[in-house]
């Protein structure tokens, strides 16, 4: 028979949360019916206002915290509870932590069935606020008139005007609000989404942590950029150290940022940023992690489960621009990378070419679709790394990496669920996962990365 949920929408409950989502929401039980509510900690006694039902779960929105836990906090940023960027400044950065390794324990336990697993304590930041190198923000219309730029309140397109991002680097915040300023003053019309009508749709901003480089990304709806010169003039007087200022068109009605056409407006098509010893060119369009600090900390917890000696062949499936697989070459004696994305091949071939690189081969192409060729050829890897989306891995594609039979597979991962779905059905392959670090690259927020090392059984 088919159950009712036991709650509606307008419909105010007390319950215990007992768990946080994924995306930093609290979750709990009413009537063995799971309701999200946000901005609830695990342990609270909460009030709640429904406000969707679905089959299997509700979401609500926080009322009243009856009995609140020991390690909710204050939140450093004013819009902190409108914004959607963050998901977790109210709880302590300890707490968050211990929360996201509970996450990914939890999703090998439920959904790989592997409840054993060792996850050791997530390596968090010394200082986890201001650690974002890129900043993209929509352009609106104030009421009244007047430009606005910010972050989208949670699980909307409203715009929450902001001047500062308390996880941003304080050069992008400079940016955006000098080029709110100045667009207001050249009165060039921001993007209304609604009607498809106006031109400065996005902001864009890129910082070179280490090496001070910045990049500036206009969206545009069209080609025609009023005031054009007398904007990069003012953008260069108020920030002399600018690398790169970049149109991109974009007249799609879509969510999407960028558009596919970009036109050079002042400066180099691109910055370099390093990640330890190793330079990298990044683009608008280049898939770059956005927490360097943290990154360079992935990134070696990556080359220390991979044990390299200096004979071993590595493929780097999912590639993007080459970061991981450039890292770790000079422990390695080959490196392959494959990606799907032609753009981001390229960039990984010239940056091999910046570093001196002459023992890394990409290829563009599927992975499930390239490495089955490879292994024709007689390449046979050692080591396998994956990054993949948040969906995790196509089947086809484990199929291919256990086809190859590499001692050791390295799975980077931005999504534990999928990660251990993945991991349950490489142990049914004969592969088992010998540990698990998360590292936080998004602290405040309710997004968790982890490594597994995952290893070929000995049969």
């Not at 709806?221 to 010169?229: E, R, S, T």
């Not at 086809?403 to 049914?428: F, Q, W």
Request: hydrophobic share 35%; proline share 6%; glycine share 8%.
């Amino acid at each position: 028979m088919k159950r009712t949920p036991p709650v509606q929408v307008g419909q105010t409950i007390e319950y215990t949360i007992t768990g946080q989502g994924h995306n930093g929401s609290g979750v709990g039980k009413v009537d063995g019916f799971t309701v999200f509510v946000p901005l609830a900690v695990t342990g609270e006694q909460v009030k709640a206002k429904i406000t969707l039902v679905k089959k299997n779960y509700a979401q609500a929105e926080l009322v009243e915290v009856i009995k609140p836990h020991p390690d909710r906090t204050e939140p450093l940023c004013p819009v902190f509870e409108q914004c959607g960027g963050c998901q977790t400044q109210h709880i302590t950065y300890k707490a968050q932590l211990e929360m996201k390794r509970q996450q990914v324990q939890d999703s090998f336990a439920r959904i790989g069935g592997l409840p054993e697993i060792v996850v050791h304590p997530v390596i968090g930041m010394t200082e986890p606020w201001r650690y974002r190198n890129k900043a993209q923000v929509p352009v609106g219309q104030r009421e009244g008139g007047g430009i606005i730029a910010g972050f989208y309140a949670a699980g909307s397109h409203e715009i929450i005007d902001m001047d500062a991002c308390q996880i941003q680097h304080p050069d992008n915040d400079r940016i955006i609000t000098a080029v709110k300023k100045i667009a207001n003053e050249l009165k060039i019309p921001a993007y209304h989404e609604q009607t498809h009508q106006g031109i400065l749709r996005h902001i864009m901003v890129r910082i070179g942590f280490h090496t001070g480089e910045m990049m500036i990304v206009l969206v545009t709806n069209g080609k025609h950029l009023p005031q054009k010169q007398e904007l990069i003039t003012r953008l260069r007087q108020q920030f002399p150290d600018i690398t790169s200022i970049i149109q991109n068109i974009n007249t799609r009605r879509t969510n999407v940022i960028l558009g596919p056409t970009h036109r050079l407006l002042w400066g180099k098509e691109y910055i370099v940023d390093t990640i330890g010893e190793i330079q990298f060119k990044i683009s608008p369009h280049s898939f770059y992690q956005v927490n360097p600090t943290q990154t360079k900390v992935l990134y070696d917890q990556v080359k220390k489960m991979a044990r390299l000696t200096g004979k071993e062949t590595v493929i780097d499936a999912y590639c993007g621009i080459g970061t991981i697989a450039l890292y770790i070459a000079s422990s390695a004696k080959q490196v392959y990378g494959v990606e799907i994305v032609p753009e981001a091949i390229e960039d990984a071939k010239q940056n091999a070419t910046l570093n001196g690189i002459n023992h890394a081969h990409f290829e563009v192409g599927a992975a499930e679709t390239v490495m089955p060729r490879w292994l024709q050829q007689g390449i046979q890897p050692d080591v396998v790394i994956v990054d993949p989306p948040r969906k995790g891995c196509d089947s086809t594609l484990l199929d291919a990496i256990v086809g190859m039979k590499p001692e050791r597979l390295i799975y980077v991962s931005c999504n534990p669920a999928t990660l251990a779905r993945d991991a349950k059905i490489l142990h049914e392959k004969g592969y088992e996962v010998k540990e698990v670090q998360p590292v936080d690259l998004f602290p405040q927020t309710g997004h968790v990365e982890a490594i597994a090392l995952i290893q070929r059984k000995i049969m």
